[in-house]
């Protein structure tokens, strides 16, 4: 066999795993579109936050890790005014998740909350979700 | 060369041109496209929907590098041919990409009631592989086995 043709099937072989990851996720987030992040906020005050801070869980359920994760929510009040927090972690796994505690003052006068979640799937591909939504009346 | 040897070639050479042609204005766009699908693009069918004239341009070019890459198997002008065969297949993989997912991010939006979700992902990442991986030696090593096994 020539070198030509073994470079080219190595190629093809890298480029197939490289992809995988990718066309796994794409697949999921099609299949899942809201899915892949899933919010939950405690129902009442304490751990694994401060006694006045409600706890607010991220939990990463896309099964292609994340790697570098950076997490942004911002709650925006009705005056226009915002309360920004702010998380990382090197790695997510699928189940794995990352916690915000949210004063409840904020929470209370909060009208909206968004969310900036970027890292890069299978630690290769670079990826930004954003979500907006209204809380409360 | 005789006349049957230049004929098996050439048969050689249209069945080289159509793989190359399936790999690069098929296939390659398929994945690129498939990738587009996945994340909600709205444009599903860029691999087959290349302007007649491009298509037919293609299929030319490639299947007459290929076949001419076959013939002058032993002169220099193989490698070259073959390389240009490469290259064409990076422009052509750039094309649809370009038209699929300008600069090479899937963008997508949802809304569910209220809430607006939008998704961003850059795939230049596995571009770049298919160029150091398949294009960069498919460019280089005609010239390495012309060197090594036909002088």
């Known amino acids: ?137 | 060369m005789n006349a049957r040897e230049v004929a098996r070639e050439v048969i050689i050479g249209v069945l080289e041109g159509l793989v190359y042609m399936l790999l690069y204005l098929y296939l390659l766009p398929a994945l690129v496209s498939y990738l587009g699908v996945l994340a909600g693009q709205p444009s599903l069918s860029a691999a087959y929907s290349y302007p007649v004239a491009y298509a037919v341009a293609y299929i030319g070019v490639f299947e007459a590098l290929s076949v001419a890459a076959r013939v002058l198997r032993k002169t220099v002008f193989s490698p070259i041919f073959r390389s240009l065969l490469a290259l064409i297949g990076l422009v052509v993989v750039l094309y649809v990409l370009g038209t699929v997912m300008p600069g090479g991010v899937i963008s997508s939006s949802y809304s569910a009631g209220q809430a607006k979700y939008s998704l961003s992902l850059d795939v230049y990442p596995l571009v770049l592989l298919f160029v150091v991986f398949l294009v960069l030696p498919g460019v280089v090593l005609p010239f390495i086995d012309y060197f090594v096994y036909e002088r």
Not at chain 1, 21 to 49: D, E, H, K, R
Not at chain 1, 88 to 116: D, E, M, Y
Request: hydrophobic fraction near 45%; charge should be neutral.
């Open chain 1, 1 to 137: 066999m020539r070198i030509g043709t073994i470079v080219f099937l190595g190629g093809v072989l890298i480029i197939a795993i490289f992809a995988l990851p990718l066309i796994y996720f794409l697949y999921y987030i099609a299949a899942n579109p809201y899915q892949a992040i899933v919010a939950n906020m405690s129902s009442t005050p304490g751990p694994p936050c401060g006694e006045t801070e409600y706890a607010l869980k991220l939990t990463y359920s896309d099964p292609v890790p994340m790697g570098d994760v950076q997490l942004t929510a911002t709650f925006t009040e009705a005056n226009g005014s915002s309360f920004v927090f702010r998380a990382s972690a090197n790695v997510l796994t699928k189940g794995r998740s990352l916690t915000l505690c949210v004063p409840s003052g904020v929470l209370a006068s909060a009208r909206a909350v968004s969310f900036n979640l970027t890292g890069s799937i299978g630690f290769v591909y670079p990826l930004s979700i954003s979500s907006w939504q209204p809380v409360g009346g």
